[in-house]
């Protein structure tokens, strides 16, 4: 089954875990990478794997380049990872035991979240469908990421991937800006009976920060872990007032635009007028 295989990465200066990804995937002929231009030693050390094939692309939205990296793909299957994720040897061995015959068309894999490469005991995480038939595939836009659209019959794996991300916190702090610029938009524009229960709270500004922090020490144990859970839950908390602080500028700015625009203060009479 692993010769029927492609892994695909994104990069985009990820010189701080790529290495430790690769060295899980020497099993594969080929590894396809787009590069968003990594202006770090990432690309070197791709160059280093003689099965690497590296395309650059100016980045736009996680979605264009996920579809522009399968059109890549030569193989039946694709293997999507992100630059931090790494195969346990369980994993792979349970890959390469698949039936070439089998009917179904892609594979869901659990997650073990990695802090300074610790396993914690649980994580927010859910499930991704990671491996795939390449032509049943598609990605489409999610808030400020992807989702995959599989046309066909998925099952789940039972073995993990660790995502373990050893970038600096402030690399994270900028992506997770940028991330919930796009998810406050994406909340905002959505119908609230279109959002999922999670989601809704999200928009409330004021319950998930609380809601996380609580459920990342005590419902998925990260209390357990130490100063590694309590890092963890810091981040998702931090990750949701950053969303909560994005909502509350966004509402405020529309706000004084439609007090600008009608001045008299009376919004609804002012269109009717118009």
Known sequence: MLEQ???????????????RT??????????IVIDSYSSDVTIDILRSYTQVQIFQ???????????????????????????DYILT????????ALSKDSLVDSYFVKFKYCVFGKPLQGTLLPPREVLFKRDKAIYIDDGHTQLLQINGKSAMLSSYIYHDDRKPLTRWLWAQDRYMIIEAKK???????????GDRIRKQKILAPFAILFYCLIINRGILDGWAGWYYAFQRALAEILLSIRLIEAEINQHQNLET???DGNVATSLLTK
Do not use: C
Not at 189 to 197: G, I
């Open 89 to 96: 040897e369980g994993l792979i061995t349970e890959i390469n």
């Open 57 to 83: 692309r100016k980045f736009d939205t996680h979605t264009n380049q996920w579809n522009y990296g399968l059109q890549q793909v030569k193989t039946e299957w694709v293997l999507s990872l992100d630059a």
């Open 22 to 31: 690769l060295q899980h995937l020497t099993w594969a002929k080929q590894i």
């Open 261 to 263: 625009k009608y001045p």
């Open 187 to 197: 909340l905002l524009e959505t119908p609230t009976q279109e959002l999922s229960f």
């Open 5 to 19: 295989i492609t892994p695909l990465i994104l990069t985009f200066n990820e010189a701080a875990n790529i290495h």
